[in-house]
């Protein structure tokens, strides 16, 4: 009996295995939008996302809250230092191999100089940089600190900024002439906080990668590899797609009841329909949509022009409907114009990204730019803007509601407008949502003509 008991005794004093889940893993990121940034006081981003459906695919839930928030350079040491630790979104490179264990990847990124277009600058090498008075922003232990280390820039040159929206603004007042960081978020930065993009331009790549969860090389070997298949899972899963577009009646915007309406989006609501998928549908500003299909996997953004600048961003659905641009003044203006030339002189409104003013732009005039079209209306009757460049629909449609009477001046261009999605769409469900669309029209007659879409109701 006494055997027995000591036996039993020993079993208990044995250390038990307890299977390791992702949830003992410690996170740490930092603000870096697109893939992991806080807005209305959530942490949220394309690795986030990843995240969290790697730990679904492990049977648990991401507890987003426990994610660490923290600057690039304390959560870079922190990783370096702590067992079980992962930094994220990390650009893997050959100077960090051997410094973390890697899962991934999460997505390509491309780090950069960037400099404003009116400074002209032109680098062919490092050289070249090296006997220039150029000066560099960069982030502690950033990417791009690291690369213009290794490649020998001069460190005099390099301005060490507080985070990436200090040294944009460093960038954008002139107190740097150049700022090394990740191109995708640096033009994510210029989109949210009001900057325009179009002012800015790369002049040197530093380093072209991919970015991935960054372990601390003594993390306990079993995590590191649940964590790798359950990124791989999630990787090869196809989420449903996600459709943003702008404020822009009569083809897509805000209704009455609050939902997401207009005849692009009726017609392409059908499209999902028929196609047997599922779309979640989004309005923002146009900025930062296009900037959201550009970046993010999945990721579509109507209605937009299919320009010579965009063809190679996207993967093309379409043509959805075709668009008039035309030049407005207020009924009772006495501005007469029968083209672009006869607008010189006078204060021209158009809204960001948008390729009517980028059309008109190209023609050497300057706009005065909002964030959305239908603050257009408002400037033109607050005597801020003498002439609306704008499409003829939207115009017909806002002045309606808003009881604004227009004079339309000339049109001056005439384009379809098209379902442009990030190019990670597979070609497979390219072609089966173009297929569908091509169906549709059909069965629908042709595509619908303007005045047709003017005549839908809600």
């Known amino acids: ?122 680098i062919d090498s490092i050289d070249a940089l090296n006997q220039s008075n150029l000066r560099i922003a960069v982030i502690h232990e950033d990417i791009g600190a690291q690369r213009l280390r290794e490649l020998g820039v001069d460190p005099s040159r390099i301005i060490t900024a507080l985070n990436n929206t200090t040294a944009l603004a460093m960038l954008e007042a002139n107190r740097v002439d150049m700022w090394a960081y990740s191109e995708d978020v640096a033009y994510w930065l210029m989109d949210t906080h009001g900057y325009d993009r179009n002012a800015f331009e790369d002049v040197y790549i530093l380093n072209e990668a991919y970015l991935y969860f960054a372990l601390n090389p003594k993390t306990d070997p079993e995590l590191t590899a649940k964590l790798q298949t359950a990124v791989n899972k999630a990787s090869a899963e196809v989420p449903s797609l996600k459709f943003v577009t702008e404020e822009y009646p009569p083809y897509n915007y805000l209704n009455e009841k609050g939902e997401i309406w207009g005849t692009a989006t009726q017609l392409l609501k059908r499209l999902i329909e028929h196609s047997g998928l599922e779309a979640e549908f989004q309005l923002l500003p146009w900025a930062r949509a296009i900037t959201e299909a550009e970046m993010r996997e999945n990721t579509c953004v109507y209605s937009a022009t299919r320009t010579h600048e965009r063809e190679p961003l996207f993967k093309w659905i379409g043509p959805l409907v075709s668009n008039q641009w035309a030049a407005f003044s207020l009924a009772s203006s006495s501005i007469e114009a029968s083209g672009l030339d006869d607008l010189s002189g006078l204060r021209l409104g158009s809204f960001r990204e948008d390729a009517v003013g980028r059309y008109v732009q190209d023609q050497g005039h300057n706009l005065i730019l909002a964030t959305a079209d239908h603050e257009n209306l408002d400037r033109l009757n607050a005597d801020l803007i003498d002439v609306w460049i704008t499409g003829v629909a939207a115009a017909n449609y806002l002045a309606d509601r808003h009881s604004v009477s227009l004079k339309k001046l000339f049109v001056f261009n005439e384009v379809p407008l098209y379902l442009a999605c990030n190019r990670s769409l597979s070609s497979d469900l390219h072609q089966k949502m173009q297929t569908t669309l091509d169906i549709l029209l059909q069965q629908e007659g042709e595509a619908l003509s303007l005045n047709q879409y003017n005549e839908m109701k809600e």
């Open 1 to 122: 009996m006494r055997n027995w008991l000591l036996l039993l005794l020993l079993i208990l004093a044995l250390p038990t295995h307890v299977q390791a889940g992702l949830d003992k893993l410690r996170f740490i990121t930092e603000e870096y939008p697109p893939y992991n940034y806080v807005q209305n006081g959530k942490l949220q981003g394309i690795a986030l996302e990843l995240l969290e459906r790697a730990f679904a695919f492990e049977g648990r839930q991401l507890d987003r809250g426990s994610v660490e928030i923290l600057p690039w350079a304390r959560g870079y040491e922190t990783v370096l230092n702590t067992p079980n630790s992962v930094l994220f979104s990390t650009t893997r490179t050959s100077a960090r191999e051997e410094l973390f264990h890697w899962v991934g990847p999460i997505s390509a990124d491309r780090v950069v100089l960037m400099a404003r277009k009116s400074s002209a600058i032109q």
